[in-house]
């Protein structure tokens, strides 16, 4: 069985994270960044405050939020880093199989790129792919939900929202952002929303080929209409909708997917060998 602790278990990641887990074969030891208040105790999941004893023969330490880093620095096992923003020299989990032999530390990926390794299970013949996501403020935990609910009273207040847990505007705001290096054709746009992600793609099928429809694999699920995010946020699958071009050289095919379930748990429990 494998011993494991989440530090930020009083979070709303860390806590999706231990039940996971717990329900899992996997014995989980859920950790604070330090002292809790009265608040944050309240709950169901008992969380503990950190300390190097509490990490002696354990085989691996999870990351989703920032402890004193003193904590680790002797811990001899595994430390995977799902933080919003993880240590950027670290190397990705990979996208599929199990942790890489060799590796002390992984980073988190975010949820798109997890979810972009399905579409040749999803259909045959995939060529170029380019399309927009909609991005919610999920990928944040706790400090999405809580910035994108001040903002949202401010703004129904006639103020000017503050910026600092989210760092840029979203409420009832859609904020395109250039996607980054590597990201192809891919545009980000952040909406005002928590939960729910979507992505709208254009595919283009190889040369000389058309576009064909697959069975869905696990976790997935064919929907009639293209989902939204309310659809997303209420299901345990990958929603997808795909619409044909009349010959099958093209289509537009759109996902909608949990951010937490495929960019966190999913990857997760896969790279610990717990699926």
Do not use: C
């Amino acid at each position: 069985m494998l011993k494991l602790a989440v530090i930020g278990a009083q979070t709303l990641l860390g806590r999706e994270l231990v039940l996971a887990l717990e329900a899992r074969d996997a014995s989980v030891v859920p950790l604070s960044i330090g002292a809790l208040t009265v608040e944050e105790e309240v709950g169901d999941l008992v969380v503990f405050a950190p300390s190097p004893a509490l990490l002696e023969g354990l085989d691996t330490v999870i990351l989703t939020d920032t402890p004193d880093l003193a904590l680790l620095e002797a811990f001899p096992g595994r430390i995977l880093d799902l933080r919003a923003e993880p240590e950027a020299r670290l190397d990705p989990v990979p996208l599929a199989g199990p942790w890489p032999q060799g590796l002390k530390a992984l980073r988190g990926r975010p949820a798109l790129e997890q979810v972009l390794v399905i579409l040749p299970t999803l259909l045959d013949n995939v060529g170029e792919v380019g399309g927009t996501h909609l991005r919610s403020v999920a990928w944040l935990g706790d400090r999405g939900l809580d910035g994108l609910v001040e903002q949202t009273l401010a703004v129904l207040n006639g103020e000017d929202p503050d910026l600092a847990k989210l760092g840029y505007r979203q409420a009832f705001e859609m904020v395109p952002f250039t996607p980054a290096a590597g990201k192809g054709r891919l545009m980000e746009i952040r909406v005002p929303s928590f939960h729910g992600d979507l992505a709208i793609l254009q595919i283009q099928a190889q040369d000389g080929r058309s576009l064909t429809k697959k069975e869905a694999p696990t976790g997935v699920k064919w929907v009639e209409t293209p989902p939204s995010s309310r659809d997303v946020a209420i299901s345990a699958d990958l929603l997808a909708h795909v619409d044909f071009t009349g010959d099958g050289k093209a289509a537009v095919l759109t996902l909608g997917f949990d951010p937490v379930l495929w960019g966190v748990l999913r990857p997760t429990l896969r790279v610990l060998g717990l699926m």
